[in-house]
């Protein structure tokens, strides 16, 4: 009888528990009924606390350590620290409920501390931690680290770039984070420009497919569960294209050329991909800091295109409303605008929870503006199941980082990443007839061809070029010349040690290029690293000059995220190679290239001028952008968009429509025969591009609107088809209506974004 009740005394305790557990912690609950519950019992404080994000605590440790007591610079956005919040008074607010999110969190086991201090604070609210997975989860040490945007856009393959987004979530999630400052949906039109290589190139259309496959890989379809991560659109808008080529300089654009170039992207990331979170911009546009354009973050994205997620700010961006831009007299006033403008989330640091709370309690901000933003950082934090388990199982990840399955797809990415742009007949090579193979360059046998956006990996997770190319000729074969791996260098002694050497050679390879890498002081390219010109650093075009005068057979790699005017080069190399920064399998990946165990397949997502004062340089410039000829050079680029060789060759037939005439709410389909006339298989990327002949307002002269992969064996043919939507017509006319005019417009399929590369049909769409 006794052990009767005493079973009868435990059922009542634990039934009382779960009456007596608030609405918020059922899971069985839907999670807008959860997010109503939990903010009930929330205080302003803790409400605007959810908008507030850190640092992480090691994070500051090692910034401490780097400038020992000397300040970071204020145009410095890689390095931050609090001079008057101690680690542990952070530690403190967090256990206060007073941080709502966490960012350079690069360990689980830290992501779990933090997390074991927030359940100690009155709700127990989970924090969202969120880092800068931009081509895998490269800021953490012993990941996947898939080639850069730049690359990963010259594949022009989105079920690829969907499958590495959804691996690279995996890893996200696998080290404490949640959430990721990914895609980079800037168009970008200024390769002066250090963040050309974190954006998929110049081509509102390109950029808009390439984005909405990498918000699907990581959110998935609802963007629920533990193996998701949230992505985020970022940067409203217009930083790609500065007035003279730096990072957050300002922006002047007319609407048109908003709504036309930059606003796709958002649109469909939105719209079609459901991103959950975007980013406001560094810079300036039009006389608005992007950090208080209401017109931008309220009416077009929440307004038009229906954004209900949170929007985050850029490192310490609000605090430059007054202290760059000088349009806030006071911090507090930035604040203010800011939130009112829109913005949900204030990275980084401390001040603005006490400035938007008092700036509730005065009446200058409405509470319903924090519970907007507060409301969707806890629906992302049900989302992602934070509330059932924060926390991290630090032996399951390691289970996942740089997997067999994720090294494979690292691999084929960074294959499918290279482009060949020039090859004489030297390529593919065949090792066994060379005796003696010279590999040169500062980025021969370095971490370089990770990118930027990635901190120190393991030595045996990254193979060198120069290690790709000892694997396959064999290292007997291969002479080695450290050239050093400063691309700045200039010094005349090591071209004449690395010429010498050529010489005795029968083949030499030089590694060229930048250095993206944000932990070395010799960095040339990457966020925050712009340049006046294009060419070539130190003394890297005159080692490749002296080592051709020798006669030995020349092949030059690029490796860096921006195009470079590499013009004698490109003139006098037999073999020219643009491998951007393609990942932990760099060295594989072109040394299978070179040998033609894989046949390059990548084109050209960003024209590559033959000069910066050339810039800009886009394909799809309006008509009269050349009416008038540069006097001293050539006015086309030195390798267009969309253009990229291979080891065959491909045969295109006539272009044929549908139809001949339509109205404008029709559909057509346009079909070409492509054949593989060459020896081996390969993969073409065929390209549709349209263009209104006469519009009342002016349109470029080609657009791309389509594009497929197309794989054919030596002799084998394929038809091709693409169906064009009236959404493919349609823009912007005189007045501003959206829509398709009446008129004739040519269709152009082909191998790239030159004429001679086109085949061309019209059509007419009637009244």
Same mark, same amino acid.
């Given at each position: ?66 400038? &020992? ?46 997390? &074991? ?287 067999? $399955? ?142 051709? &005068? ?133 993969? $073409? ?42 959404? &493919? ?39």
């Amino acid at each position: 009888m006794r052990r009767t009740l005493l079973t009868l005394a435990v059922l009542f305790a634990a039934l009382l528990a779960v009456a007596q557990k608030p609405l918020y912690k059922d899971v069985r609950q839907p999670i807008g009924k959860r997010v109503d519950d939990l903010m009930q019992r929330m205080t302003l404080e803790e409400k605007v606390a959810q908008m507030c994000q850190y640092v992480g605590p090691e994070h500051i440790r090692e910034t401490q350590e780097r400038f &020992k007591g000397t300040k970071v610079a204020k145009n410095d956005d890689a390095y931050g620290f609090y001079p008057n919040l101690s680690i542990n008074d952070l530690y403190r607010m967090t256990e206060e409920g007073k941080v709502g999110s966490f960012l350079h969190v690069v360990t689980a086991e830290e992501a779990n501390l933090l997390q &074991k201090l927030a359940m100690r604070s009155r709700l127990q609210i989970p924090l969202i931690i969120g880092i800068d997975a931009i081509h895998g989860n490269a800021l953490v040490n012993g990941t996947t680290v898939y080639p850069t945007p730049i690359g990963q856009a010259s594949s022009f393959d989105l079920e690829l770039i969907e499958k590495l987004s959804r691996e690279s979530a995996l890893e996200v999630r696998a080290t404490g984070a949640h959430w990721t400052f990914t895609p980079n949906i800037d168009v970008a039109r200024d390769a002066r420009w250090g963040r050309t290589g974190e954006t998929f190139g110049e081509d509102p259309y390109l950029v808009t497919r390439m984005g909405v496959a990498t918000i699907k890989g990581y959110q998935g379809e609802n963007c629920l569960g533990s193996d998701v991560a949230l992505a985020c659109a970022k940067h409203l808008i217009a930083g790609s294209e500065p007035s003279n080529g730096t990072n957050a300089a300002p922006m002047d654009v007319s609407e048109r050329t908003l709504r036309e170039v930059y606003l796709p992207p958002y649109k469909a990331a939105v719209e079609e991909a459901g991103v959950f979170t975007l980013m406001a911009a560094h810079n300036e546009l039009n006389g608005v800091p992007c950090h208080a354009d209401k017109w931008m973050m309220t009416d077009i994205m929440r307004g038009e295109y229906g954004f209900n997620g949170f929007i985050v700010s850029d490192w310490m961006d609000v605090e430059r409303i007054k202290e760059l831009h000088c349009v806030a007299p006071t911090l507090k006033e930035a604040y203010r605008e800011t939130v009112e403008a829109g913005l949900d989330m204030h990275m980084h640091g401390p001040g603005f929870m006490e400035g938007v709370v008092e700036l509730v309690k005065e009446g200058r901000l409405t509470e319903k503006q924090v519970e907007r933003a507060c409301r969707s950082i806890l629906e992302a934090k049900f989302k992602l199941g934070l509330f059932e388990n924060p926390f991290v199982d630090t032996k399951e990840s390691k289970k996942v980082l740089f997997n067999k $399955e994720h090294q494979a797809t690292a691999l084929e990415a960074a294959e499918k990443s290279i482009v060949l742009l020039k090859n004489n007949g030297l390529l593919p090579l065949d090792f066994s007839k060379y005796k003696n193979i010279l590999v040169t360059g500062p980025n021969a046998d370095n971490h370089t061809v990770l990118g930027d956006w990635t901190l120190q990996q393991p030595d045996e997770n990254v193979v060198t070029v120069l290690d790709g190319i000892r694997r396959v000729a064999g290292s007997d074969k291969v002479t080695y010349y450290d050239y050093g791996d400063d691309v700045r260098l200039n010094s005349p002694e090591k071209v004449k040690a690395a010429a010498g050497l050529a010489k005795k050679a029968d083949l030499a390879i030089v590694v060229v290029g930048e250095n993206p890498l944000r932990y070395q002081k010799t960095k040339t390219c990457g966020e925050n690293i712009d340049r006046m010109g294009l060419d070539l650093l130190g003394t890297q075009e005159l080692l490749v000059k002296e080592i051709h &005068k020798t006669g030995v057979p020349v092949i030059v790699v690029l490796v860096g995220g921006r195009p470079l005017s590499v013009n004698w080069i490109a003139q006098n190399v037999p073999a020219l190679i643009q491998a951007w920064e393609p990942g932990s399998f760099a060295g594989t990946a072109i040394a299978n290239i070179l040998t033609g165990k894989v046949n390059p397949s990548a084109k050209l997502p960003i024209s590559i001028p033959r000069h910066a004062g050339q810039i800009q340089m886009i394909y799809n410039h309006k008509p009269s952008q050349y009416f008038h000829k540069y006097k001293d050079g050539p006015s086309t680029p030195l390798y267009p968009f969309g253009y990229g060789l291979s080891y065959t060759t491909f045969a295109y037939g006539d272009l044929k429509l549908s139809r001949s005439e339509m109205s404008a709410e029709d559909s057509f389909t346009a079909s070409i025969e492509l054949a593989n006339t060459g020896e081996r298989t390969g993969t $073409e990327i065929v390209q549709l591009y349209i263009r209104d002949e006469y519009s009342s307002a002016t349109r470029p002269v080609k657009e791309l609107k389509d594009f497929v992969r197309v794989t054919l064996k030596p002799g084998e043919k394929r038809t091709v088809f693409f169906t064009v939507t009236p959404d &493919k017509l349609a823009y912007f006319d005189r007045k501003m209506k959206y829509g398709v005019e009446p008129g004739t417009f040519v269709v152009m399929v082909g191998a790239s974004s030159l004429d001679k590369d086109l085949k061309k049909a019209r059509i007419s769409v009637t009244e």
